[in-house]
């Protein structure tokens, strides 16, 4: 496990762009529908089971949570979407949010969209790829949950999920994870490495 995500800590929470760290250079975003593990990757990652919230309710997540990796190099915990027991207008207040963030927030390099591989590429997943699409940042899909498949099947869901995707015109790199296992996790920190730590400086 790359140690460097081992010292990730949390940094603040915010509800509006405003409240974002002002320090940040690079940031990677994670994105997924409720219940599809983005806490438990995200807590995997960096080895901390306390991290980011985890919890049997779908929607815990409802600030935009920076953890802070290295100097001005955080993670983003964003908003689930999908299954979240929340108002409707809590979840347009989220939509909008997000939407913002993604088309304001010059800092965004990466995006990692988080889904159930036994159910990818929901209405709710392609709506998330929607808004990273009109970022600059780059995409990677985490198909998680792969120790509940065999593994020709999760072999089969990333090949599947990689056509559909190519077949769109979306440009990705994506991978099969378990958070129980540990599949995948060096896999995971390579693709951050090479968005947070390996891009030069922007002048």
């Not at 920076?66 to 929340?86: C, E, T, W």
């Not at 207008?89 to 939407?99: D, G, I, K, Y």
């Not at 927030?105 to 929607?130: A, C, F, K, Y």
């Not at 958070?179 to 390579?190: C, I, N």
Request: aromatic letters at 6%; one cysteine or more; a neutral charge.
């Amino acid at each position: 496990m790359n140690s460097r995500y081992r010292q990730t800590q949390f940094h603040a929470s915010a509800s509006r762009l405003v409240q974002l760290p002002e320090d940040a250079v690079r940031e990677v975003a994670f994105a997924g529908r409720s219940n599809a593990g983005k806490s438990s990757a995200l807590n995997r990652l960096t080895d901390n089971s306390k991290l980011a919230r985890t919890s049997r309710t779908p929607g815990r997540t409802q600030l935009i949570n920076h953890f802070s990796v290295a100097d001005g190099r955080y993670l983003v915990d964003l908003p689930g979407y999908g299954f979240a027991k929340v108002s409707r207008q809590q979840r347009n207040a989220w939509l909008r949010l997000l939407t913002d963030y993604f088309t304001e927030r010059r800092e965004l390099v990466g995006v990692v969209i988080v889904m159930d591989s036994r159910h990818p590429l929901t209405d709710n997943d392609w709506q998330m790829i929607e808004l990273q699409q009109r970022s600059m940042a780059e995409l990677h899909v985490l198909l998680t949950k792969c120790d509940k498949l065999s593994r020709k099947q999760a072999n089969e869901a990333l090949m599947s999920t990689r056509s559909t995707m190519e077949d769109a015109g979306i440009e990705a790199t994506l991978q099969t994870f378990s958070a129980t296992a540990g599949t995948g996790v060096d896999d995971l920190s390579g693709v951050l490495d090479s968005w947070l730590f390996d891009q030069p400086e922007a002048q």
